[in-house]
Protein backbone atom coordinates (compact mmCIF):
# COMPACT_ATOMS: atom_id res chain seq x y z
CA UNK A 1 0.00 0.00 0.00
CA UNK A 2 1.44 3.52 -0.80
CA UNK A 3 1.06 5.67 2.19
CA UNK A 4 2.77 8.87 2.64
CA UNK A 5 3.34 10.64 6.28
CA UNK A 6 4.50 14.02 7.12
CA UNK A 7 5.26 15.11 10.54
CA UNK A 8 4.77 17.14 12.50
CA UNK A 9 1.33 17.27 11.95
CA UNK A 10 1.77 21.21 13.24
CA UNK A 11 4.38 23.33 13.98
CA UNK A 12 5.34 27.02 15.32
CA UNK A 13 7.69 28.75 15.15
CA UNK A 14 9.06 32.56 15.33
CA UNK A 15 9.63 34.45 12.50
CA UNK A 16 14.15 34.27 10.94
CA UNK A 17 14.28 30.47 12.65
CA UNK A 18 15.48 27.65 10.14
CA UNK A 19 12.74 24.85 9.68
CA UNK A 20 12.44 21.15 8.63
CA UNK A 21 9.27 19.38 7.67
CA UNK A 22 9.39 15.58 6.95
CA UNK A 23 7.40 13.69 4.28
CA UNK A 24 7.84 10.11 4.34
CA UNK A 25 6.25 7.12 1.77
CA UNK A 26 5.84 3.39 1.77
CA UNK A 27 6.68 2.97 -1.53
CA UNK A 28 10.50 3.68 -3.24
CA UNK A 29 9.20 3.08 -7.17
CA UNK A 30 8.29 6.81 -7.24
CA UNK A 31 8.14 8.61 -10.40
CA UNK A 32 8.46 12.32 -8.52
CA UNK A 33 7.62 14.22 -5.19
CA UNK A 34 6.39 17.37 -5.22
CA UNK A 35 6.42 19.96 -2.47
CA UNK A 36 2.16 21.72 -2.26
CA UNK A 37 1.69 25.01 -0.13
CA UNK A 38 -2.06 25.38 0.34
CA UNK A 39 -3.33 28.55 1.96
CA UNK A 40 -6.81 28.32 3.20
CA UNK A 41 -9.52 28.95 0.72
CA UNK A 42 -7.06 28.37 -1.87
CA UNK A 43 -6.15 26.33 -4.56
CA UNK A 44 -2.34 24.55 -4.13
CA UNK A 45 0.88 25.82 -5.24
CA UNK A 46 3.58 23.75 -6.67
CA UNK A 47 6.76 24.92 -4.67
CA UNK A 48 9.48 22.06 -5.52
CA UNK A 49 9.57 19.12 -7.51
CA UNK A 50 12.10 16.47 -7.54
CA UNK A 51 12.22 13.51 -9.78
CA UNK A 52 13.09 10.27 -8.82
CA UNK A 53 16.70 10.44 -10.20
CA UNK A 54 17.51 13.69 -8.47
CA UNK A 55 18.53 14.40 -4.82
CA UNK A 56 17.43 17.67 -3.96
CA UNK A 57 15.96 21.01 -5.44
CA UNK A 58 16.17 24.55 -4.60
CA UNK A 59 14.24 27.33 -4.68
CA UNK A 60 15.08 30.70 -3.06
CA UNK A 61 14.77 29.82 0.96
CA UNK A 62 13.38 25.97 0.05
CA UNK A 63 15.29 23.36 -0.05
CA UNK A 64 13.99 20.01 -0.86
CA UNK A 65 15.83 16.72 -0.68
CA UNK A 66 14.78 12.83 -1.63
CA UNK A 67 16.38 9.76 -0.36
CA UNK A 68 14.49 7.06 -2.58
CA UNK A 69 16.08 4.08 -0.41
CA UNK A 70 15.23 5.26 2.92
CA UNK A 71 11.20 6.19 1.75
CA UNK A 72 12.13 10.11 3.21
CA UNK A 73 12.09 13.86 2.17
CA UNK A 74 12.00 16.63 4.11
CA UNK A 75 11.51 20.43 2.86
CA UNK A 76 13.16 23.07 4.56
CA UNK A 77 12.72 26.59 4.65
CA UNK A 78 15.46 29.20 5.84
CA UNK A 79 14.55 32.24 7.78
CA UNK A 80 10.98 31.76 7.71
CA UNK A 81 8.98 34.68 7.62
CA UNK A 82 5.07 34.93 8.88
CA UNK A 83 4.05 34.62 4.87
CA UNK A 84 5.24 31.31 4.85
CA UNK A 85 2.39 30.36 7.53
CA UNK A 86 0.56 27.91 5.40
CA UNK A 87 0.12 24.06 5.35
CA UNK A 88 2.71 22.43 3.45
CA UNK A 89 1.93 19.00 1.45
CA UNK A 90 3.94 16.20 0.40
CA UNK A 91 2.81 14.24 -2.51
CA UNK A 92 4.55 11.52 -4.46
CA UNK A 93 3.35 10.50 -7.85
CA UNK A 94 3.01 6.68 -8.18
CA UNK A 95 1.78 7.27 -11.79
CA UNK A 96 -1.40 8.91 -9.45
CA UNK A 97 -1.05 11.47 -6.79
CA UNK A 98 -0.97 10.12 -3.06
CA UNK A 99 -0.43 13.09 -0.82
CA UNK A 100 0.47 13.40 3.11
CA UNK A 101 -2.06 14.83 5.43
CA UNK A 102 0.19 18.11 5.57
CA UNK A 103 2.40 20.28 8.32
CA UNK A 104 0.31 23.58 9.38
CA UNK A 105 3.34 25.67 9.84
CA UNK A 106 2.67 29.10 11.44
CA UNK A 107 5.65 31.28 11.86
CA UNK A 108 4.81 34.54 14.70
CA UNK A 109 5.87 38.04 13.95
CA UNK B 1 3.89 29.42 -15.10
CA UNK B 2 1.06 27.44 -16.52
CA UNK B 3 -2.29 28.20 -15.26
CA UNK B 4 -5.46 25.63 -14.82
CA UNK B 5 -8.96 27.27 -14.07
CA UNK B 6 -11.30 25.85 -12.15
CA UNK B 7 -14.76 26.83 -11.93
CA UNK B 8 -17.35 27.72 -9.90
CA UNK B 9 -14.66 28.24 -6.84
CA UNK B 10 -17.96 28.34 -4.52
CA UNK B 11 -21.55 26.38 -4.84
CA UNK B 12 -24.44 25.74 -2.79
CA UNK B 13 -27.10 23.59 -3.79
CA UNK B 14 -30.33 21.83 -2.43
CA UNK B 15 -29.80 18.20 -1.79
CA UNK B 16 -30.96 15.89 -5.38
CA UNK B 17 -29.45 18.41 -7.60
CA UNK B 18 -26.56 17.87 -9.96
CA UNK B 19 -23.35 20.24 -9.98
CA UNK B 20 -20.62 20.77 -12.85
CA UNK B 21 -17.06 21.44 -11.93
CA UNK B 22 -15.15 22.85 -14.92
CA UNK B 23 -11.38 22.36 -15.37
CA UNK B 24 -9.48 24.27 -18.01
CA UNK B 25 -5.46 24.05 -18.39
CA UNK B 26 -5.39 28.03 -20.04
CA UNK B 27 -1.75 27.54 -21.69
CA UNK B 28 -0.91 24.38 -22.23
CA UNK B 29 -2.25 20.90 -23.12
CA UNK B 30 -3.16 18.49 -20.42
CA UNK B 31 -3.69 15.06 -21.45
CA UNK B 32 -4.36 13.63 -18.11
CA UNK B 33 -6.28 15.34 -15.39
CA UNK B 34 -6.96 14.37 -11.92
CA UNK B 35 -9.80 15.29 -9.57
CA UNK B 36 -9.44 15.25 -5.89
CA UNK B 37 -11.98 15.64 -3.15
CA UNK B 38 -10.27 17.44 0.42
CA UNK B 39 -13.08 16.81 3.74
CA UNK B 40 -12.09 19.89 6.80
CA UNK B 41 -8.95 18.61 8.21
CA UNK B 42 -8.39 15.52 6.18
CA UNK B 43 -5.65 15.13 3.47
CA UNK B 44 -6.43 15.34 -0.20
CA UNK B 45 -7.95 12.12 -1.64
CA UNK B 46 -7.65 11.29 -5.14
CA UNK B 47 -11.24 10.90 -6.94
CA UNK B 48 -10.21 9.78 -10.38
CA UNK B 49 -8.00 10.33 -13.52
CA UNK B 50 -9.24 11.54 -16.90
CA UNK B 51 -7.80 11.24 -19.11
CA UNK B 52 -8.55 12.75 -22.92
CA UNK B 53 -10.71 10.72 -25.08
CA UNK B 54 -10.92 7.95 -23.15
CA UNK B 55 -13.11 7.10 -19.53
CA UNK B 56 -12.03 7.98 -16.24
CA UNK B 57 -10.13 5.89 -13.83
CA UNK B 58 -12.04 5.72 -10.49
CA UNK B 59 -10.31 5.02 -7.30
CA UNK B 60 -11.61 3.05 -5.07
CA UNK B 61 -14.59 3.23 -2.90
CA UNK B 62 -15.19 6.15 -5.56
CA UNK B 63 -18.84 6.18 -7.53
CA UNK B 64 -18.32 6.33 -10.73
CA UNK B 65 -22.18 6.98 -11.70
CA UNK B 66 -22.38 9.69 -9.28
CA UNK B 67 -19.17 11.67 -9.97
CA UNK B 68 -19.21 11.99 -13.93
CA UNK B 69 -16.32 12.80 -15.48
CA UNK B 70 -15.87 13.86 -18.92
CA UNK B 71 -12.35 15.06 -20.44
CA UNK B 72 -13.72 16.11 -24.04
CA UNK B 73 -10.59 17.65 -24.92
CA UNK B 74 -7.10 18.85 -24.20
CA UNK B 75 -7.80 21.52 -21.98
CA UNK B 76 -10.92 20.60 -20.22
CA UNK B 77 -12.05 18.11 -17.79
CA UNK B 78 -15.38 18.30 -16.04
CA UNK B 79 -16.71 16.25 -13.13
CA UNK B 80 -20.14 16.48 -12.65
CA UNK B 81 -21.65 15.77 -9.13
CA UNK B 82 -25.14 14.27 -9.70
CA UNK B 83 -27.99 14.08 -7.26
CA UNK B 84 -25.84 15.88 -4.63
CA UNK B 85 -26.24 14.59 -0.81
CA UNK B 86 -25.01 16.53 2.33
CA UNK B 87 -22.55 14.29 2.76
CA UNK B 88 -21.06 15.52 -0.64
CA UNK B 89 -19.95 18.73 0.96
CA UNK B 90 -16.58 18.90 0.33
CA UNK B 91 -13.70 20.56 -1.21
CA UNK B 92 -12.98 19.61 -4.90
CA UNK B 93 -9.86 20.33 -6.65
CA UNK B 94 -8.46 19.30 -9.89
CA UNK B 95 -4.91 19.12 -11.05
CA UNK B 96 -3.27 18.85 -14.76
CA UNK B 97 -0.24 17.74 -16.26
CA UNK B 98 1.59 18.94 -18.80
CA UNK B 99 1.84 17.03 -22.08
CA UNK B 100 4.66 18.99 -22.68
CA UNK B 101 6.22 19.83 -19.44
CA UNK B 102 7.87 17.29 -16.84
CA UNK B 103 4.92 15.81 -15.20
CA UNK B 104 4.58 18.70 -12.58
CA UNK B 105 0.83 19.29 -11.79
CA UNK B 106 -0.51 22.43 -12.18
CA UNK B 107 -3.74 22.77 -9.60
CA UNK B 108 -6.61 24.70 -10.02
CA UNK B 109 -7.78 27.00 -7.34
CA UNK B 110 -10.73 24.29 -5.63
CA UNK B 111 -14.61 24.40 -5.77
CA UNK B 112 -16.04 24.71 -2.24
CA UNK B 113 -19.16 22.46 -2.48
CA UNK B 114 -22.30 23.12 0.09
CA UNK B 115 -25.15 20.38 -0.05
CA UNK B 116 -28.13 21.86 1.96
Known amino acids: KQEVTQIPAALSVPEGENLVLNCSFT??????LQWFRQDPGKGLTSLLL?????REQTSGRLNASLDKSSGRSTLYIAASQPGDSATYLC????????FGAGTRLTVKP | GAVVSQHPSWVICKSGTSVKIECRSL??????MFWYRQFPKQSLMLMAT?????????EQGVEKDKFLINHASLTLSTLTVTSAHPEDSSFYIC????????????FGSGTQLSVL
Open chain 2, 95 to 106: SARDAQGDEKLF
Open chain 1, 50 to 54: IQSSQ
Open chain 1, 91 to 98: AVFYGDMR
Open chain 1, 27 to 32: DSAIYN
Open chain 2, 27 to 32: DFQATT
Open chain 2, 50 to 58: SNEGSKATY
